[in-house]
T-cell receptor, first 116, second 114 residues
Framework: GAGVSQSPSNKVTEKGKDVELRCDPI?????LYWYRQSLGQGLEFLIY????????KSGLPSDRFSAERTGGSVSTLTIQRTQQEDSAVYLC??????????????FGPGTRLTVT | GNSVTQMEGPVTLSEEAFLTINCTYT??????LFWYVQYPGEGLQLLLK?????DKGSNKGFEATYRKETTSFHLEKGSVQVSDSAVYFC?????????????FGTGTQLKVEL
């Protein structure tokens, strides 16, 4: 079946602009995660959605970052007023529900964001 | 909080050499442990996992054993191939604090040469 897909694959934006990154999880996966992979910080958790529960936003680095998940499926990560330090690869992952015991997260190919 | 420490890279080996990549962790609860691999130009893929103490995860000739007493999950392979060249990430998932977010190590780059 189809894996996790992300768009765009690459995004170049000017400092100060807003960007939206999209993630389509694997069908039937109720949990969705965003991570960031950067040279200086490695792989960092950003935000997590599980079904209809309130998202875990504990990893968002600033209030310029937000994410939503519509209809329990597609998710959009928005970065407002981008800064150069936001340049990174943004990874999305999805998994089955927690209490199923299936902890494996499947990752998308990522969106490479470059802020100039 | 949770953290994962893995050996610095890059690690350069000759084909058919034995591989060990060390990984230790700190967790507030009882975590599940994972090794993810990122091949050049590709996304992260789960390589193997273990969910309780003394479990051994294995895949593609790689193995790692969940050692609670030493809080370790070292990755091993008896005979590496050029195709194993990639970046390897050790990670943990701890449900104690709620959620299933992964905490990653910094990654170890492996280069296998002929």
């Amino acid at each position: 079946g189809a894996g996790v897909s992300q768009s765009p694959s690459n995004k170049v934006t000017e400092k100060g602009k807003d960007v939206e990154l999209r993630c389509d999880p694997i069908s039937g996966h109720t949990a969705l995660y965003w991570y960031r992979q950067s040279l200086g910080q490695g792989l960092e958790f950003l935000i997590y959605f599980q079904g209809n529960s309130a998202p875990d936003k504990s990893g968002l680095p600033s209030d310029r970052f937000s994410a939503e998940r519509t209809g329990g499926s597609v998710s959009t990560l928005t970065i407002q007023r981008t800064q150069q330090e936001d340049s990174a690869v943004y990874l999305c992952a999805s998994s089955l529900a927690l209490n199923s015991g299936a902890y494996e997260q499947y990752f998308g190919p990522g969106t490479r964001l470059t802020v100039t | 909080g949770n953290s994962v420490t893995q050996m610095e890279g890059p690690v350069t080996l000759s084909e058919e050499a034995f591989l060990t990549i060390n990984c230790t962790y700190t967790a507030t609860g009882y975590p599940s442990l994972f090794w993810y691999v990122q091949y050049p130009g590709e996304g992260l893929q789960l390589l193997l996992k273990a969910t309780k103490a003394d479990d051994k995860g294995s895949n593609k000739g790689f193995e790692a054993t969940y050692r609670k007493e030493t809080t370790s999950f070292h990755l091993e392979k008896g005979s590496v191939q050029v195709s194993d060249s990639a970046v390897y990430f050790c990670a943990l998932s701890d449900l104690t604090g709620g959620g299933n977010k992964l905490t990653f190590g910094t990654g170890t780059q492996l280069k296998v040469e002929l």
